[in-house]
């Protein structure tokens, strides 16, 4: 018979380290046929905290956000979700992780065939399986109130604008309720008020779900709005990490013009 | 020489490659299928995309090539005196060579390049990403419904093409010299076992292994925008059909060791 604490570490997760921070990447390397995309990089990201990764395009920040999901394998390092590491899992041992991860993609990557708010519904249908359709709806309003487009529930997605299928896939992201938050360039090709708007979503969701969250950006005002801390990536290498006052005060050159041309 | 010989090299390695490659995803599409959770709503779609919407297409090639069968073998048997072979050589023509090709080849047409495209571009517009992102398995969602379908769906949609193709060439026998259906099915059938039969319209099953798992392989592994959408749907068929045809001669030689 399964005593108490069992059943606690099952559900825990055999593999869960709750000391460890809920992202953790170590040395990480990648490269494209013979462009070495990242050198080597070392990050870490807390619970309730926002990190935001900057840089010059091409300095591989999207390609960290799928290492962290899995989309793409290291060359070598280490990608610790909740001190679970994930290199060699399979590709459903590597969902189970994914349910706890959020992200949104740089072109929100909203399933064109379904409707906004099937697209919403769509890891609801395959991971709540047990939920009844009305319960279904109603949570795919509530997610989709909560980024402001409870309106446009019917609407496919070629028919919205970008900032509006960003909101949408923002949705999405959230819809497993998820512990870690990937947000790839949630405010690029958003015009000003858009990219507050985003902004704005995006400190909210944080103050009420305490998410552990990893913004990648070219924004450096969205980065100072929503992070706790920023990592300047530059030739595969983290040039600097830390506050947004460590950025300015900092005497590398590279972070000098970096804030000037931002 | 030097350029000419490792380009000859790059190009063997990149084919070994793709049999490789290829060789993955089936695995993975494989192992996908048969663990749960299935997914039923998404295998009765694709049933209705390959099985009721080829069906049109699949009954107009299969009457066409009755018609043409008819006038060819009226002309070639007549030659020789032999037109009361007639209906035996529409009927073997049809349903042992024919009906299963051509089904074979219309089916890829149709379907190869609709997954094949519709695939790619879920992929370069990181559809296929977002799928893998929220946990859930694309081999399992997208690649195995819809080879599934296919094999499920080619025998079926061969025993429509053999019937209307039969048909139509009766009809175009039928207009020029007198000849009832009945006798013409009697004539055709005498002396037939299931086994004239059955194996030919059943190795199908292996034409749709090849057309699904072509498509969705060339549609799952997709780079470079629309250039590569396109490339993905002409490969899909032009592979799928080649594959097919070259299966058909080894499967022929086993139906007549298996089934002499």
Same mark, same amino acid.
């Given at each position: 018979m399964a005593t108490a604490y069992d059943i606690a570490t099952q559900q825990a997760g $055999?593999? #869960? !380290? &709750? #000391?460890? *921070?809920v992202v953790a990447v170590e040395n990480l390397k990648r490269t494209f046929g013979s462009h070495?995309? %990242? &050198?080597?990089i070392s990050l870490s990201v807390d619970r309730g905290e926002t990190l935001a990764v900057l840089g010059r395009s091409g300095t591989g920040k999207s390609v960290l956000l799928r290492l962290i999901i899995g989309l793409e394998k290291p060359d070598s390092g280490s990608v610790r979700i909740n001190g679970q590491e994930?290199?060699?899992? =399979?590709i459903d041992k590597m969902g189970e992780i994914r349910k706890k991860m959020g992200f949104l993609f740089q072109h929100a990557? %909203?399933?064109?065939?379904?409707t906004v708010a099937e697209n919403v519904a769509f890891p609801l249908v395959h991971h709540r399986r047990n939920i009844s359709a009305s319960e279904r709806g109603d949570r795919v309003k509530q997610l989709l109130a909560e980024v402001g487009m409870?309106? &446009?529930? !019917?609407?496919? *997605? =070629? !028919?919205? =604008?970008g900032g509006m299928q960003k909101r949408v896939g923002l949705a999405r992201a959230l819809a497993l309720e998820p512990e870690i938050l990937l947000l790839d360039e $949630?405010?690029?090709?958003?015009d000003p008020i858009s990219s507050g708007e985003i902004d704005d979503l995006i400190l909210k969701l944080q103050r009420e779900r305490q998410m552990a969250s990893i913004v990648v950006t070219h924004d450096l005002h969205s980065a100072r709005t929503i992070a706790n801390r920023l990592a300047l990536l530059d030739l595969g290498n983290v040039v600097i990490e830390g506050s947004f006052e460590d950025l300015q005060e900092s005497d590398i050159e590279f972070v000098k013009d970096f804030l000037k041309l931002s | 020489m030097v350029s000419a010989g490792s380009s000859a090299a790059g190009l063997v390695n990149s084919f070994f490659e793709w049999f490789g490659n290829l060789g993955i995803f089936f695995w993975q599409v494989l192992r996908a299928a048969v663990?749960?959770?299935?997914?039923w709503r998404e295998l009765i779609r694709q049933l209705d995309e390959v099985g009721s919407k080829s069906f049109p297409l699949v009954v107009m090639a299969g009457s066409a090539i009755g018609v043409v069968i008819s006038l060819e073998a009226r002309y070639s048997l007549s030659r020789f005196g032999a037109k009361s072979m007639f209906p035996a050589t529409l009927v073997y023509s049809v349903i042992q060579v024919m009906g299963p090709i051509i089904t074979g080849l219309v089916v890829s047409g149709r379907v190869g390049a609709g997954m094949g495209a519709e695939l790619a571009s879920m992929k370069v517009s990181e559809q296929i990403d977002a799928i893998e992102a929220s946990a859930i398995n694309p081999f399992r969602l997208l690649a195995a419904p819809r080879i599934l379908a296919c094999i499920l769906m080619l025998p079926l949609l061969t025993i429509a093409a053999d019937g209307c193709a039969l048909l139509t060439g009766w009809l175009a026998q039928a207009m020029v010299e007198p000849l009832s259906f009945h006798q013409f099915i009697n004539s055709g059938f005498s002396?037939?076992?299931?086994n004239s039969f059955l194996p030919q319209t059943f190795k199908t099953t292996v034409y749709g292994l090849i057309i699904g798992t072509i498509a969705c392989f060339q549609g799952m592994r997709t780079r470079g925008g629309a250039e590569g959408v396109g490339r993905a749907a002409t490969n899909s068929v032009v592979l799928a059909s080649l594959f097919l045809i070259l299966a058909d001669v080894v499967l022929v030689k086993l139906i007549l060791v298996v089934f002499p």
């Open positions: $055999p593999e #869960r !380290d &709750n #000391r460890a *921070p070495m995309v %990242l &050198n080597g994930i290199a060699g899992l =399979s990557a %909203l399933y064109d065939s379904l409870e309106g &446009n529930l !019917d609407k496919m *997605p =070629s !028919d919205i =604008s $949630p405010t690029a090709g958003l | 663990t749960p959770p299935y997914e002396g037939s076992t299931f």
